[in-house]
């Protein structure tokens, strides 16, 4: 391996191929990947309806190797859309709780100003690797939206088979949260 360690951050509402390409390359140039779910104290709303147990279970079901692929839970600093260094430091020490420092590799999509969070002094010694999110145009929200509308089959081509046998308990949770009851109400 290149790297030693890795470092994928997101919210995973829901676990997609997206989120699988992070992971596989982080895996391929990193002996250890530590992923950050973020928003974790946050569940039942529109932007974030699962809880972080659930989404940690999805990305667990993908990868159960513990030893190379290290799954911890990250609440919110201050909001979600909080993208300063201090941010980026926050983040930072509670991966320095786990690796007792900076991750060699920063992991993530062209879509998000990830570089952004961190000051460049705390990440001096640090790589980033950045997958562009045309190589799979997808989002968790479309996810979501395919769920609300019970479609199955369309969902399952964008995760990992793995997950096929949650799609009702992922259905089940996601239809609790009375925005996405709203909105099948209104597709209806």
């Not at 659930?54 to 919110?76: F, G, H, Q, W």
């Not at 999509?109 to 950045?130: H, Q």
């Not at 992922?170 to 609790?176: A, Q, T, V, Y």
Request: charged share 30%; glycine share 4%; with cysteine.
């Amino acid at each position: 391996m290149v790297y030693d360690s890795g470092l994928i951050v997101g919210r995973f509402q829901t676990f997609h191929l997206g989120h699988q390409s992070l992971i596989d390359a982080g895996l391929e140039l990193c002996d250890r990947l530590f992923i950050l779910v973020g928003s974790a104290q946050e569940f039942g709303t529109e932007r974030n309806p699962f809880n972080i147990a659930t989404r940690m279970k999805v990305i667990r079901e993908c990868y159960p190797n513990k030893e190379r692929v290290k799954i911890y839970a990250l609440s919110d600093l201050t909001n979600e859309d909080d993208v300063t260094p201090e941010w980026g430091r926050y983040v930072l020490e509670n991966v320095h709780h786990y690796l007792y420092k900076v991750p060699e590799l920063m992991i993530y999509g062209n879509d998000e100003a990830r570089s952004r969070w961190f000051d460049l002094n705390d990440i001096k010694d640090a790589a980033e690797f950045i997958i562009p999110r045309s190589r799979l145009p997808i989002s968790a929200t479309m996810l979501r939206e395919m769920m609300v509308r019970d479609e199955r089959e369309e969902w399952m081509k964008y995760v990992n088979p793995k997950l096929h046998k949650l799609y009702d308990e992922l259905r089940m949770e996601l239809m609790s949260v009375e925005y996405y009851r709203k909105l099948r109400e209104r597709i209806d």
